[in-house]
């Protein structure tokens, strides 16, 4: 079970971190990722991370601004979000696969969270 939090309301060029905790003692050996979706708009990939934290991936739009990571002891992923912009507004959905090998497609995680709202104003 995967549990969201952290989305809120923020100014432009304003910082956000979104946590994801998971239970279930498998945790530490799945892959993690974090999706949005914006209002009549598909899920859209924005970052994953492997099972070790290691290896890093990142949707082109956020390169440079987002950062993910996770805490195994805490059972813990986090999405760390500098320089929002107002297109970064979205439902933000954290997701877990089983798969050892990092990826950007939805369709490859098994398990999802329930989302949490960021907004970002102008």
């Known amino acids: 079970q995967l549990q969201a939090s952290g989305g809120g309301l923020v100014q432009a060029g304003g910082s956000l971190r979104l946590s994801c905790a998971a239970s279930?003692?498998?945790?530490?050996?799945?892959?993690f990722g974090w999706f949005r979706q914006a209002p009549g708009k598909e899920r859209d990939f924005v970052a994953a991370?492997?099972?070790?934290?290691?290896?890093?991936y990142y949707g082109d739009s956020v390169k440079g601004r987002f950062t993910i990571s996770r805490d195994n002891t805490k059972n813990t992923v986090y999405l760390q979000m500098n320089s929002l912009k107002p297109e970064d507004t979205a439902v933000y959905f954290c997701?877990?696969?089983?798969?050892?090998?990092?990826?950007?497609?939805?369709?490859?995680?098994?398990?999802w969270g329930q989302g949490t709202q960021v907004t970002v104003s102008s």
């Open positions: 997701a877990a696969a089983k798969s050892v090998r990092i990826t950007s497609l939805a369709k490859e995680y098994d398990y």
């Open positions: 279930g003692h498998t945790s530490s050996s799945l892959t």
């Open positions: 991370i492997s099972w070790s934290g290691t290896s890093t």
